[in-house]
């Protein structure tokens, strides 16, 4: 065991946040802490990590043991670039390495007992340096950045410069590379791409410590951890397993007790009902057997009513009309910026009902390519049409459309001023805005609360075809559930960027990969990218290759969309027949077997003319087989 919890309570006036939690997190093991947004998981952690006190119990980190945390939002001050920045965790080999210099140097005028005895010291550290790994430091820091999804050109790049999202990668990165013996992580999936997860994932997996992470990635969690500890309504529940069997082991905990609260009610009114006719005899006997009854119903230990939690949102997403087949039409769309090409001569088309997500590193432009299908930005080169009765509704993750001077209730009430105050209040009940929460400014807000208020404008626009970047993006597990059961049952059309691959996987018809200024076009959701985007990706988007200095990049790759989806259309098709083909040859085996069994039976075999009958099939079973053997090798190639 390295981190113990015990009985620890912690509370903030009247809101309270665990009481007497236990939990304990053993050498080598993956845990996450999970529960809906304002729980407490980060106020946990930063009592484990000693930055709150707790009010009660005890946390022990086990004697000797090294502990590391990421907090979800990075102040990163410094005047290092990014590269020298995360090099600052390798300060005690840098230091030990410097040290083995100096020794070289002082070895060279050394004589006797003094050079042994050097010799010695410097053998020790030798050692040292090689048990940690000292002479590939510096490839295994390269490892770690390119990973987090830096380029060797941002190594140089000042930290002072960098985003809130890029400090973060920064200090994960450092963090990493301390190899603590147990690694807190606090949302550490928030600003990277596909490609940094999936290296993160595998990262965690072989890390030799333990790791407790905070983290809303349902995809991740499944992949990295083996434990769940979760925090709810001041209670903390251990459950072994990943996310998947946590969430169906609670699922089944709650039906049972629903189910022996709703048992226990019903007896309880069966009794209260047996009194009450018993006293309505009036007679001493009855009289005494309903005070038995009633001693009897005072020893029943009431079962609690499994709590319903009132913090999901509810989400109704319902088009106003329906429109045409063809909802959009991309044609040789290109966009770049100074010194940097995002995507060109991009096609593709979308039709009514497709729910289609779009993907790729972070910097690629895909949230760039949604302000130009909304007019946010325009495009260099190329051109997009709406189809017929096309109304669009738009979730910009930047929260661009929402105005923040304005009250969540003017907000609304502007945009739509048919509702009723009573109205414009109900639904923002239903997005957790109560009471005085509702003239709170929009500038005010987080950035989880601005995203509850565009869904809500969304939810309202009543609009056909929706646009959404990063919609996940501030919620929880249980909001994030919600929405994807509100876009499952959308029956309008529908396009988005996400990073969360749960989230893809469940309501992605079609993904479109952004890769190399390109897209490939999978049709299937997140499970089917993955078992396809090898092939596809050398297919169509190759390999990206620079042809002038600065801006004119340009991939191998010059098939569109349409032929792509014509391409795997062929596959199809190809797949289908060769299906058929087996099914014909297996039909005609089984026959020909038949009749060899018919031509052995005494009315067959002395009945010249049905011999024939049966001989003639028997020939052209063999020559069809012929036929279709040599299709069936045609197909399979």
Same mark, same amino acid.
């Given at each position: 065991?390295?981190?113990?919890?015990?009985?620890?309570?912690?509370?903030?006036?009247?809101?309270?946040?665990?009481?007497?939690?236990?939990?304990?997190?053993?050498?080598?093991?993956?845990?996450?802490?999970?529960?809906?947004?304002?729980?407490?998981?980060?106020?946990?952690?930063?009592?484990?990590?000693?930055?709150?006190?707790?009010?009660?119990?005890?946390?022990?980190?086990?004697?000797?043991?090294?502990?590391?945390?990421?907090?979800?939002?990075?102040?990163?001050?410094?005047?290092?670039?990014?590269?020298?920045?995360?090099?600052?965790?390798?300060?005690?080999?840098?230091?030990?390495?410097?040290?083995?210099?100096?020794?070289?140097?002082?070895?060279?005028?050394?004589?006797?007992?003094?050079?042994?005895?050097?010799?010695?010291?410097?053998?020790?550290?030798?050692?040292?340096?090689?048990?940690?790994?000292?002479?590939?430091?510096?490839?295994?820091?390269?490892?770690?950045?390119?990973?987090?999804?830096?380029?060797?050109?941002?190594?140089?790049?000042?930290?002072?410069?960098?985003?809130?999202?890029?400090?973060?990668?920064?200090?994960?990165?450092?963090?990493?590379?301390?190899?603590?013996?147990?690694?807190?992580?606090?949302?550490?999936?928030?600003?990277?791409?596909?490609?940094?997860?999936?290296?993160?994932?595998?990262?965690?997996?072989?890390?030799?410590?333990?790791?407790?992470?905070?983290?809303?990635?349902?995809?991740?969690?499944?992949?990295?951890?083996?434990?769940?500890?979760?925090?709810?309504?001041?209670?903390?529940?251990?459950?072994?397993?990943?996310?998947?069997?946590?969430?169906?082991?609670?699922?089944?905990?709650?039906?049972?007790?629903?189910?022996?609260?709703?048992?226990?009610?019903?007896?309880?009114?069966?009794?209260?009902?047996?009194?009450?006719?018993?006293?309505?005899?009036?007679?001493?006997?009855?009289?005494?057997?309903?005070?038995?009854?009633?001693?009897?119903?005072?020893?029943?230990?009431?079962?609690?009513? $499994?709590?319903?939690? %009132? @913090?999901? +949102?509810?989400?109704? #997403?319902?088009?106003?009309?329906?429109? &045409?087949? /063809? *909802?959009?039409?991309?044609?040789?769309?290109?966009?770049?910026?100074?010194?940097?090409?995002?995507?060109?001569?991009?096609?593709?088309?979308?039709?009514?009902?497709?729910?289609?997500?779009?993907?790729?590193?972070?910097?690629?432009?895909?949230?760039?390519?949604?302000?130009?299908?909304?007019?946010?930005?325009?495009?260099?080169?190329?051109?997009?049409?709406?189809?017929?009765?096309?109304?669009?509704?738009?979730?910009?993750?930047?929260?661009?459309?929402?105005?923040?001077?304005?009250?969540?209730?003017?907000?609304?009430?502007?945009?739509? $001023?048919?509702?009723? %105050? @009573?109205? +414009?209040?109900?639904? #923002?009940?239903?997005?957790?805005?109560? &009471?005085? /929460? *509702?003239?709170?400014?929009?500038?005010?807000?987080?950035?989880?609360?601005?995203?509850?208020?565009?869904?809500?404008?969304?939810?309202?626009?009543?609009?056909?075809?929706?646009?959404?970047?990063?919609?996940?993006?501030?919620?929880?597990?249980?909001?994030?559930?919600?929405?994807?059961?509100?876009?499952?049952?959308?029956?309008?059309?529908?396009?988005?960027?996400?990073?969360?691959?749960?989230?893809?996987?469940?309501?992605?018809?079609?993904?479109?990969?952004?890769?190399?200024?390109?897209?490939?076009?999978?049709?299937?959701?997140?499970?089917?990218?993955?078992?396809?985007?090898?092939?596809?990706?050398?297919?169509?988007?190759?390999?990206?290759?620079?042809?002038?200095?600065?801006?004119?990049?340009?991939?191998?790759?010059?098939?569109?969309?349409?032929?792509?989806?014509?391409?795997?259309?062929?596959?199809?098709?190809?797949?289908?027949?060769?299906?058929?083909?087996?099914?014909?040859?297996?039909?005609?085996?089984?026959?020909?077997?038949?009749?060899?069994?018919?031509?052995?039976?005494?009315?067959?075999?002395?009945?010249?003319?049905?011999?024939?009958?049966?001989?003639?099939?028997?020939?052209?079973?063999?020559?069809?087989?012929?036929?279709?053997?040599?299709?069936?090798?045609?197909?399979?190639?």
């Amino acid at each position: 065991m390295i981190l113990a919890c015990h009985g620890i309570s912690k509370s903030f006036g009247e809101n309270v946040i665990v009481t007497e939690g236990s939990f304990h997190i053993e050498d080598h093991e993956k845990a996450a802490l999970v529960g809906p947004n304002g729980a407490g998981k980060t106020t946990l952690f930063k009592m484990i990590v000693g930055e709150l006190s707790s009010d009660a119990g005890e946390i022990i980190l086990t004697k000797g043991k090294t502990l590391g945390y990421l907090a979800q939002h990075q102040d990163m001050v410094s005047g290092s670039t990014i590269y020298e920045e995360v090099k600052l965790a390798k300060a005690d080999i840098i230091a030990m390495e410097a040290q083995l210099r100096s020794i070289e140097c002082e070895l060279k005028h050394l004589k006797g007992d003094a050079l042994t005895a050097r010799l010695e010291t410097y053998h020790r550290l030798t050692a040292a340096f090689e048990r940690e790994n000292g002479y590939a430091y510096e490839s295994e820091i390269t490892g770690v950045l390119k990973g987090l999804g830096f380029r060797e050109e941002d190594f140089s790049k000042p930290v002072s410069t960098l985003s809130g999202g890029q400090k973060t990668r920064v200090s994960l990165g450092k963090l990493l590379l301390t190899k603590p013996d147990i690694l807190l992580l606090d949302e550490p999936t928030n600003h990277l791409d596909l490609n940094s997860i999936a290296w993160l994932e595998t990262y965690l997996l072989n890390y030799s410590g333990a790791v407790l992470i905070v983290s809303h990635d349902r995809y991740f969690l499944d992949r990295v951890v083996t434990k769940i500890l979760e925090i709810e309504l001041g209670s903390l529940m251990t459950y072994m397993g990943n996310y998947s069997a946590y969430a169906e082991k609670k699922r089944r905990l709650r039906e049972a007790k629903l189910k022996e609260y709703l048992n226990q009610q019903q007896e309880i009114k069966h009794h209260e009902a047996v009194i009450e006719k018993l006293r309505s005899f009036n007679r001493e006997k009855s009289i005494k057997r309903a005070e038995s009854r009633e001693k009897m119903l005072e020893k029943i230990k009431p079962v609690e009513k $499994p709590v319903e939690m %009132n @913090t999901e +949102i509810h989400l109704n #997403l319902e088009p106003s009309r329906q429109s &045409g087949n /063809d *909802v959009l039409t991309v044609e040789a769309l290109g966009k770049s910026f100074p010194n940097q090409v995002l995507f060109q001569n991009v096609s593709f088309e979308i039709k009514r009902g497709e729910h289609i997500a779009i993907i790729g590193d972070n910097g690629t432009g895909k949230t760039t390519l949604l302000k130009i299908l909304n007019q946010v930005l325009f495009a260099d080169t190329g051109a997009f049409t709406l189809g017929a009765n096309v109304e669009i509704g738009y979730y910009d993750q930047e929260h661009h459309v929402l105005h923040m001077d304005k009250t969540i209730f003017d907000e609304i009430s502007d945009d739509y $001023p048919e509702l009723t %105050n @009573t109205k +414009i209040r109900n639904m #923002l009940a239903a997005f957790l805005f109560t &009471g005085d /929460d *509702v003239f709170k400014r929009i500038g005010d807000l987080s950035g989880g609360e601005r995203g509850r208020v565009s869904l809500a404008k969304l939810m309202l626009s009543r609009a056909n075809f929706l646009i959404l970047d990063e919609p996940t993006n501030h919620l929880d597990i249980s909001s994030k559930e919600i929405l994807e059961k509100a876009l499952n049952d959308y029956t309008g059309t529908l396009l988005y960027v996400s990073h969360d691959r749960y989230f893809i996987n469940q309501t992605a018809t079609r993904i479109l990969d952004l890769v190399n200024h390109t897209f490939v076009n999978y049709i299937g959701n997140y499970d089917y990218y993955l078992e396809k985007r090898d092939e596809l990706t050398a297919a169509y988007a190759g390999r990206e290759e620079t042809i002038s200095s600065s801006v004119e990049v340009v991939s191998e790759a010059k098939l569109s969309w349409q032929e792509q989806k014509e391409a795997q259309a062929r596959e199809r098709k190809r797949l289908n027949e060769l299906k058929k083909t087996e099914e014909c040859i297996t039909g005609l085996e089984e026959r020909d077997a038949e009749i060899d069994g018919l031509m052995m039976q005494e009315e067959v075999f002395t009945n010249s003319l049905r011999c024939q009958e049966l001989a003639n099939e028997k020939a052209a079973i063999a020559a069809k087989l012929e036929e279709l053997y040599e299709r069936w090798e045609e197909l399979g190639t």
